[in-house]
């Protein structure tokens, strides 16, 4: 069973930077495709980023576009989430999940295993 383990969320203020990670569990984390996503209070949980086995496809929502990176380490079974500019309406909790497929994808059913999430909160 694989467990994800999502870490570096806070209060920050509009502006600000911060970057979450997730430490994921078991040897084959090279092998899985990743994703970030986020539920804001009141509403759906939805897609973030995303980023395949090696790095080489990765996906992002318009809303984050220029302002999020997805990224991972491979060597240390690490998934992180560098966001800066941040916004009142990226406050949300951030979830990351783990697919059994190496491609990224955009869908939430795509992935199989999910973190217990780590709470942004931006401040205007």
């Known amino acids: 069973q694989v467990q994800l383990v999502e870490s570096g969320g806070g209060l920050v203020q509009a502006g600000a930077s911060l970057r979450l990670s997730c430490a994921a569990s078991g040897p084959y984390f090279h092998l899985h495709a990743m994703g970030w996503f986020r539920q804001a209070p009141g509403k759906a949980r939805e897609f973030v980023a995303s980023?395949?086995?090696?790095?080489?496809?990765?996906y992002y929502t318009d809303s984050v576009k220029g302002r999020f990176t997805i990224s991972r380490e491979n060597t240390k079974n690490t998934l992180y989430l560098q966001m800066t500019s941040l916004k009142p309406e990226d406050t949300a909790v951030y979830y990351c999940?783990?697919?059994?497929?190496?491609?990224?994808?955009?869908?939430?059913?795509?992935?199989?295993?999910w973190g217990q999430g780590t709470q942004v909160t931006v401040s205007s």
């Open positions: 999940a783990q697919r059994s497929d190496s491609l990224a994808s955009k869908l939430m059913g795509d992935f199989e295993f």
């Open positions: 980023i395949s086995m090696a790095g080489g496809t990765i």
